[in-house]
């Protein structure tokens, strides 16, 4: 099934993930907690596999150049991977929270590469308006309670987990970069799910995260977030490539607030009046990265490339 490539399709489509990425962090913690990571990961991406290859296909390999086979799937097997078991190996909800709020740091970092590196263009609004939108995303995981005394502490006790939050957000970032500038059009969102599945298959093989007390609620989390990801991936995607990568990034902004509030419904999760202040903050933030970036031209050209 061929996706639409005009810029203002590939756009919109692409403003979906996010909506599937809201998902994520919910369906992450009962994958992790009532089915076993490596397990629960391995049969998502099965699952993903296989929807994918019979929707999107698979790429054109002779298109697919050894740069974008090192930097461009390599980083988003690094992203799958440092994502799940910064989850993993945090203790305690205060410590997932602050994991996650390290790894929301992805969408002002997708902008601020697309200026760097794709020929984005912007003006000065763009920079109060990532500082925002940071500060939003922060305020709304802490509950407005963030203290850094506390974090310095917990950091210092398991520093891995913080430490895979943030490269799991760079790696994400790179592949982003690298899909606009090098996929040459093609879509690998199959092949990297498969390379997952194998990936979590061997771990699993080897006993990391064993089935320990599987429940329904964590086996229906793993199926029904193979159709999710799946989505969002080649979604994304196809929206890097074709669309504009400034809107793309911005609606992407979002994915913390539908995570909290998806959180209310699957893991009772309860919204305060900080996350609505937050929700406000990141929203004006948003509204500035809109505006710095919209006088830009509808599809987003790597420098040096003709329009």
């Given at each position: 099934?061929?996706?639409?490539?005009?810029?203002?399709?590939?756009?919109?489509?692409?403003?979906?993930?996010?909506?599937?990425?809201?998902?994520?962090?919910?369906?992450?913690?009962?994958?992790?907690?009532?089915?076993?990571?490596?397990?629960?990961?391995?049969?998502?991406?099965?699952?993903?596999?296989?929807?994918?290859?019979?929707?999107?296909?698979?790429?054109?390999?002779?298109?697919?150049?050894?740069?974008?086979?090192?930097?461009?799937?390599g980083n988003a097997l690094a992203c799958s991977l440092t994502l799940v078991?910064?989850?993993?190996?945090?203790?305690?909800?205060?410590?997932?929270?602050?994991?996650?709020?390290?790894?929301?740091?992805?969408?002002?970092?997708?902008?601020?590469?697309?200026?760097?590196?794709?020929?984005?263009?912007?003006?000065?609004?763009?920079?109060?308006?990532?500082?925002?939108?940071?500060?939003?995303?922060?305020?709304?995981?802490?509950?407005?309670?963030?203290?850094?005394?506390?974090?310095?502490?917990?950091?210092?006790?398991?520093?891995?987990?913080?430490?895979?939050?943030?490269?799991?957000?760079?790696?994400?970032?790179?592949?982003?970069?690298?899909?606009?500038?090098?996929?040459?059009?093609?879509?690998?969102?199959?092949?990297?799910?498969?390379?997952?599945?194998?990936?979590?298959?061997?771990?699993?093989?080897?006993?990391?995260?064993?089935?320990?007390?599987?429940?329904?609620?964590?086996?229906?989390?793993?199926?029904?977030?193979?159709?999710?990801?799946?989505?969002?991936?080649?979604?994304?995607?196809?929206?890097?490539?074709?669309?504009?990568?400034?809107?793309?990034?911005?609606?992407?902004?979002?994915?913390?607030?539908?995570?909290?509030?998806?959180?209310?419904?699957?893991?009772?999760?309860?919204?305060?009046?900080?996350?609505?202040?937050?929700?406000?903050?990141?929203?004006?933030?948003?509204?500035?990265?809109?505006?710095?970036?919209?006088?830009?031209?509808?599809?987003?050209?790597?420098?040096?490339?003709?329009?």
């Amino acid at each position: 099934m061929a996706l639409p490539t005009t810029p203002f399709a590939a756009t919109a489509l692409g403003v979906l993930a996010p909506v599937c990425w809201g998902c994520s962090v919910s369906l992450m913690r009962a994958i992790v907690e009532e089915f076993g990571v490596a397990p629960g990961e391995c049969l998502l991406y099965a699952i993903a596999t296989v929807y994918l290859y019979f929707t999107v296909g698979l790429p054109d390999f002779s298109k697919m150049r050894l740069r974008y086979w090192i930097f461009g799937i390599g980083n988003a097997l690094a992203c799958s991977l440092t994502l799940v078991f910064s989850i993993y190996l945090s203790t305690g909800g205060k410590q997932t929270m602050e994991v996650g709020m390290i790894n929301y740091l992805w969408p002002a970092m997708t902008i601020l590469f697309a200026v760097l590196f794709t020929g984005q263009k912007a003006d000065w609004r763009l920079w109060p308006g990532m500082a925002l939108s940071v500060f939003g995303i922060f305020w709304i995981l802490s509950g407005g309670e963030f203290s850094f005394t506390e974090f310095a502490q917990r950091f210092l006790s398991n520093p891995w987990s913080y430490v895979l939050a943030f490269f799991g957000a760079l790696t994400w970032v790179n592949y982003t970069t690298v899909t606009k500038l090098w996929s040459e059009g093609q879509n690998p969102s199959t092949v990297v799910f498969a390379l997952l599945t194998l990936i979590y298959a061997g771990l699993w093989a080897l006993g990391v995260g064993e089935v320990h007390t599987a429940t329904v609620k964590g086996a229906f989390s793993s199926v029904f977030g193979g159709f999710i990801m799946a989505s969002a991936y080649v979604l994304w995607t196809n929206g890097v490539q074709h669309g504009r990568i400034s809107i793309l990034s911005i609606a992407s902004y979002f994915t913390p607030v539908l995570s909290c509030v998806i959180g209310v419904f699957w893991i009772d999760a309860r919204l305060t009046g900080d996350f609505w202040a937050g929700v406000a903050v990141l929203t004006v933030g948003s509204l500035l990265c809109w505006r710095a970036t919209r006088t830009d031209t509808p599809s987003v050209q790597p420098r040096g490339s003709s329009t």
